[in-house]
């Protein structure tokens, strides 16, 4: 497989245990995500190690800081040779253009957080936000685009709109992703992969499905197939 839809969530909090899950998987079929707590723990080697196993690696740290922090930041993301990493639209437009800018010329993919799902309406307007969540994922998303980004990550249930707005070039990285039978686990709004792809999104998050199925190989089969019969 060329391009690889899914992207496995390694929220493990053990690196080892990381490391042992991602060989049991197939890089042909998945690319990985690094989230906060491995890389706060162990950095660079993991995603050395993950990078040998043949894995691209979603190094997803959300950067968040001053322009010059936040492209200092990423150029350093690419240079570990990572395939993809991400900022907080929230950073605003200088913000975004300086990482943009870190990353010209380098395969690195940039892509932005537009509104964190756990921020619900009152969280919003206790920040001083007047806009609904809604809205305001969509105002960042275009955002993100008018400043050079590559796409955003956004849920799948709202990736059908932001397609329609942001047209067909734009990355959407889709989590909260469970088959039919799959537990909802904490996620409150979930997406079939088929949901997902009709919505336009072009990569799927995907944890604990496949990192907690007794045989993820055969879950990560599964996740692709019904892609397959999607797309
Ligand atoms: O286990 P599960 O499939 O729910 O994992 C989803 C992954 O996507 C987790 O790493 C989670 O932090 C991440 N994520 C999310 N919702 C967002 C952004 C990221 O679930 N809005």
């Not at 190094?59 to 993809?84: E, Q, R, Y």
């Not at 994922?137 to 990736?159: I, K, N």
Request: net charge neutral.
């Amino acid at each position: 497989m060329n391009d690889p839809r899914i992207i496995v969530a390694l929220d493990f909090s053990d690196p080892d245990v990381a490391l042992n899950f991602a060989a049991q998987l197939d890089s042909a079929l998945c690319r990985v995500k690094v989230g906060k707590e491995l890389f706060t723990l162990v950095g660079p080697q993991l995603v050395e190690k993950l990078m040998k196993l043949g894995f691209d690696i979603f190094l997803d740290l959300k950067f968040h800081d001053i322009p010059n922090t936040v492209a200092a930041a990423c150029h350093a993301a690419s240079s570990l040779g990572v395939w993809m990493v991400n900022v907080h639209a929230l950073g605003g437009s200088k913000m975004l253009t300086a990482a943009r800018q870190a990353l010209e010329g380098k395969k690195t993919r940039l892509i932005a957080v537009t509104l964190l799902t756990s921020l619900a309406q009152d969280d919003l307007t206790e920040l001083g936000f007047i806009d609904t969540a809604e809205s305001m994922a969509q105002r960042l998303a275009l955002l993100t685009q008018r400043c050079g980004l590559d796409g955003v990550v956004c849920s799948a249930l709202e990736a059908a709109r932001l397609r329609k707005v942001t047209g067909a070039d734009f990355l959407l990285v889709t989590p909260g992703i469970r088959s039919v039978d799959d537990s909802k686990d904490d996620q409150a709004r979930i997406a079939t992969p088929a949901m997902a792809i009709h919505n336009g999104a072009n990569y799927l998050v995907i944890g604990r499905p496949i990192t907690r199925s007794s045989d993820p190989l055969k879950a990560l089969q599964r996740f692709n197939d019904e892609i397959m019969l999607a797309v």
